[in-house]
Each structure stands twice: as C-alpha cells, then as structure tokens.
C-alpha cells in the first residue's frame, strides 16, 4: 500500500514540474515562542493551525483558540489513516495535500502548528503534524512551544470566533528521504543506521505493549529514548539541542549518523524525529511512521526483547 502513496506522490511532482513553490519563511526554527507568534498573528502569510483533540467536554477551539486560528483536530481532520491493514499511516499525498488546502494553506503559507502543550504525547501531535508538512516539502512551518497552554500562560487573548477558511491549492513535493519504509528498516543494522525506540522503557523491553502492536518487544538492534525524555512537562516546553545531544550519547547513538525513529504508529517517533532531526540538527534522520504495528504484524520480521 505505501506504493500508491509514493505514486501519488509521483503524480503530484509531475503535474506540478516536480517542484512546488515554497513560502517565505517568517522564521527558520522549528519553535517558536508566544511572544514571536504574538508579533507575526496579523501577517497575511501565516496560518495558525489549532490541532488540539476533542474532549469528553467538547471542542476546546469552541472553547477559546489563538484569534484567527483554523481547527483541524489531531484525530479527526484525517492527519492520519489506516493505509492497508496498518494504522497512523501518512494518507496518500493527494488526499493530504487536499486536507490541507482545505484550511486555506498553500505553499505560500507560514504555518503554525498549536497542540495543547499538556505533556509530552500531546506535543506529539504537533510534531507528526510538522512532519507532514516537512514530508510533504513544505518548509516554512514551525510549532508554538508549549501549544496553547503557552499561549494562555503568557495572557495572550483567546477568541471564540470559529474561522471558516477558504479551500486554496496546496501542491506537494514529496520528500521519501524523510519517510523510512519497513525493507529500510529491515537493512538499517547492515547499513550502519540506528534505530531509535521512542516508546516508553516498558514497551522496548517487552514488558507492555500497545493493543495495535501484534507482539511485545523491539526491533532487533534498536536503542531506547523515551519521546517523554523530549519534553518538559511540567514547564511545557521542548528540551534543548544539549539536552538532546546528552540523550543521544546515553543511548550510544552518534549525533551526526543516520538513524531511524519508530514507536508503535508513527506519533512517538515523531517527537524523537524532530529532536533529533529539528531541534539537535541531525538531518540524517528519517521516521518509520508504520512502527511496530507494521512490522510485528509479519510473523517473518523478528522482534526481540532486549537485554
């Protein structure tokens, strides 16, 4: 199946020239603050993207958003989907790229993406989110560093007037070297690429595991950093590049080698990619978004329970 998202994809480049048109950035970082959102909110060229899920109480957009803000909810708005028999997949790059011009984004667009900012799994929408737009070739996108609840803590002004954007054309330029299929996977030890585990300590070493994942325990060779080591939950922020650079020494992974992030769908990973990749800079980072879902559910693939 991920041969129709990379043919889609494929389709995109061609009828595009195979290269889309791409924004002027507003900012280079990954993050950014309230303050600097703040100062930009009014700029035609930016879009806030609020992507916080809906709750047991309702909608927390309806509730109060970043003033001008577009909803598209985490697990709703169609970020992911189950491609085959494999969940948390990217959708087909048409079916994406229609998504989200439907939020009145198109490749001349800053975007801001805004989750919660609650704790660290929470943060990980935000980070899947970037990763799409950045697999998808668009670059001038950043995330608000502790999401709303930055936002609010800084006395920024809330609205509770829904944005109903207008559908624009959004072209992507599909990046494969961002995205990690399973034969990568399956090749990395052989290639000299690391594996990254990004789950919890009690799911890599077998001891739990998600109701997706076929079997318990880890790809054979993979290293352990916690996506929860990647941001402060109490301070609701992302951890530093040294801090980072303090993780990736511990687990024994070099700072400028080629690696390779997963957990159980492709959410986890995505903290751990844009630690290491964004925040750290190692650009030779890519994400397996089918994880262990994908790859426990082939008898033939080996998964072992590390020492």
Not at 55 to 67: L, M, N, Q, R
Not at 73 to 80: L, S
Not at 92 to 114: F, T
Request: aromatic share 8%; hydrophobic share 45%.
């Amino acid at each position: 199946m991920r041969s129709l998202i990379l043919s889609a994809a494929a389709a995109v480049a061609i009828v595009f020239g195979g290269a889309a048109a791409q924004a002027e950035r507003l900012t280079e970082k990954p993050l950014v603050d309230a303050a600097w959102l703040s100062d930009n909110l009014e700029n035609p060229s930016l879009v806030v993207v609020d992507i916080r899920s809906l709750t047991k109480e309702g909608s927390p957009y309806d509730a109060g958003h970043i003033p001008g803000a577009v909803f598209a909810p985490y697990g709703k708005f169609g970020w992911r989907a189950k491609v085959g028999d494999v969940v948390g997949q990217l959708p087909p790059v048409d079916v994406i790229s229609a998504r989200i011009g439907s939020l009145g984004i198109d490749n001349d667009k800053q975007v801001v993406v805004v989750p919660a900012g609650q704790n660290s799994s929470d943060f990980g929408s935000a980070t899947r989110v970037y990763w799409t737009f950045k697999v998808l070739g668009h670059d001038a996108v950043t995330i608000l560093d502790g999401g709303q609840r930055a936002w609010e803590a800084a006395g920024n002004p809330v609205s509770n007037e829904a944005v109903a954007p207008q559908a624009v054309a959004f072209n992507a330029n599909f990046r494969p070297e961002l995205l990690a299929t399973a034969d990568d996977v399956a090749k990395a030890r052989e290639n000299g690429v690391a594996l990254v585990d990004a789950r919890p300590v009690s799911q890599y070493k077998g001891e739990s595991k998600s109701g997706v994942v076929a079997r318990a325990g880890a790809i054979p060779g993979a290293v352990n950093i916690s996506q929860s080591e990647f941001y402060n939950d109490q301070q609701g922020a992302f951890v530093a590049s040294d801090v980072i650079e303090g993780l990736v020494e511990n687990a024994g992974v070099a700072k400028d080698g080629a690696e390779i992030t997963y957990c159980n769908t492709g959410h986890w990973a995505s903290v751990a990619w844009f630690g290491l990749s964004e925040v750290m800079g190692n650009k030779n980072t890519r994400m397996y978004d089918g994880s262990m879902t994908e790859w426990a559910a082939d008898p033939s693939r080996e998964v072992v329970i590390p020492e």
